[in-house]
Structures are given as structure tokens and as C-alpha cells.
């Protein structure tokens, strides 16, 4: 069974230029998730999907993050203006379905913003 | 804020022996989940636990649901380098949409 694949590995931007990553969970799984990993810490939930609608976004900052899941499957998360402070490790993850919360995860994107 | 809190923040051990380590919280969770993350790469789910007092092994790996639904227990025996990496705990916060939430792991290093 194929996990799920981030693409790009890595990316390293100028701050107030835009960035997106993408994100395609493992098939079959209605829920996917978008963390941000700081060094050093642990992951912290930006959003939460089930199929095309959001479940949760309360910590995604949304002057300058955006993420969409249209068709229920792929996912992008997209950063515009990015800041220093946005230099991290965005990681999706999916899962069967919100009550199963056994949650698998893609090696991640490393942004660095320069 | 954190709402998974983990302790120790890291620990330095030596080949062979046997390693604890906690998760605490203030609110109830129904699911605990243990993972280990390796440099450059997305955490690996180890051990799922659903029932409050549940003990759960994988290989030389034990996990505990703690009876108050507050607190998770990730043990390791004799450990071996391949065990170097970070461990979180996390699970669903029922009290806001099921949000799966990490505490700030605990880094392990093994001495050969």
C-alpha cells in the first residue's frame, strides 16, 4: 500500500514570496491532515479535512495560509506572504475517518524562508 | 497552548538498557498514540491505545492507557541504537472536533 507522498521535499524561499505544497493521502482515506513542525517540537495541527470539508482550522493563519482539498483527495497548503518564522516542516498525514484518528504521515516538505 | 505534555524532553542511555517515558495532560482523551520520528523524516505510528488501563506491546515496545484517561506510558527494553530518534504522544482532543493533537516529544539517544 503506497503511503502518503509530499512533493516538494524542499524548498527554500525568499520572506514575501508564496509557496505552495501538495500533499496525496494514502487512497481510501476520507481524512487528511496539515502540520507544522517547528525545530525542535512537536507537530502542530494548521488544518483538518474530512473528504473536501473542513473539520478544524482554528490555528491556520488565515491572513496568510490557505489549504484546500477540492475533490476529497489531493491537498495543497499554500503560503502567501511567506515570513522568516514560517521556516519549518509542513507534514500531511491522512487517516481512515475522524473517529479513527490512527493517522499516517508523508516525510514532509522543509521550508526555509530566507 | 501544549496540551499533550511530555516528560523526560530527552534522555541519554546506554545500549541494552530500558527506557520510560510519560504523557500527561489535563483534559480526558479516548485514543493515546505513540509515534517516533527520525531526522528528515514524518513520525511512524507505533502503538494505538482506545481503552482506559490498556497495555499494549510491539516488540520490545510497551504502551499503558492510564486509568484517569489523562496520562500514557511508552516503555522500551533493552534498547538499541536504532531506538535514537523522537517519541510523541498525541490523540484526538474530544473537546475540539477530534483534533489530533502532539505533545513535545521526548528525544531519545542511545550510546553504543
Known amino acids: 500500500e503506497a503511503g502518503v507522498a509530499q512533493s516538494p521535499r524542499y524548498k527554500i524561499i525568499e520572506k514575501r514570496q508564496s509557496v505552495a505544497f501538495w500533499c496525496n493521502p494514502i487512497s481510501g482515506h476520507a481524512t487528511l491532515y496539515w502540520y507544522q513542525q517547528i525545530l525542535g517540537q512537536g507537530p502542530k495541527l494548521l488544518i483538518q479535512f474530512q473528504n473536501n470539508g473542513v473539520v478544524d482550522d482554528s490555528q491556520l493563519p488565515k491572513d496568510r495560509f490557505s489549504a484546500e482539498r477540492l475533490k476529497g483527495v489531493d491537498s495543497t497548503l499554500k503560503i502567501q506572504p511567506a515570513k522568516l518564522e514560517d521556516s519549518a516542516v509542513y507534514l500531511c498525514?491522512?487517516?481512515?475517518?475522524?473517529?479513527?484518528?490512527?493517522?499516517?504521515f508523508g516525510q514532509g516538505t522543509r521550508l526555509t524562508v530566507v | 497552548g501544549q496540551q499533550l505534555n511530555q516528560s523526560p524532553q530527552s534522555m541519554f542511555i546506554q545500549e541494552g538498557e530500558d527506557v520510560s517515558m510519560n504523557c500527561t495532560s489535563s483534559s480526558i482523551f479516548n485514543t493515546w498514540l505513540w509515534y517516533k520520528q527520525d531526522p528528515g523524516e514524518g513520525p511512524v505510528l507505533l502503538i494505538a491505545l482506545y481503552k482506559a488501563g490498556e497495555l499494549t506491546s510491539n516488540g520490545r515496545l510497551t504502551a499503558q492507557f492510564g486509568i484517569t484517561r489523562k496520562d500514557s506510558f511508552l516503555n522500551i527494553s533493552a534498547s538499541i541504537p536504532s531506538d535514537v530518534g523522537i517519541y510523541f504522544c498525541?490523540?484526538?482532543?474530544?473537546?475540539?472536533?477530534?483534533?489530533?493533537?502532539f505533545g513535545g516529544g521526548t528525544r531519545l539517544m542511545v550510546k553504543p
Open positions: 498525514a491522512s487517516s481512515f475517518g475522524v473517529a479513527n484518528t490512527e493517522a499516517f
Open positions: 498525541a490523540g484526538p482532543l474530544s473537546n475540539a472536533g477530534n483534533m489530533l493533537t
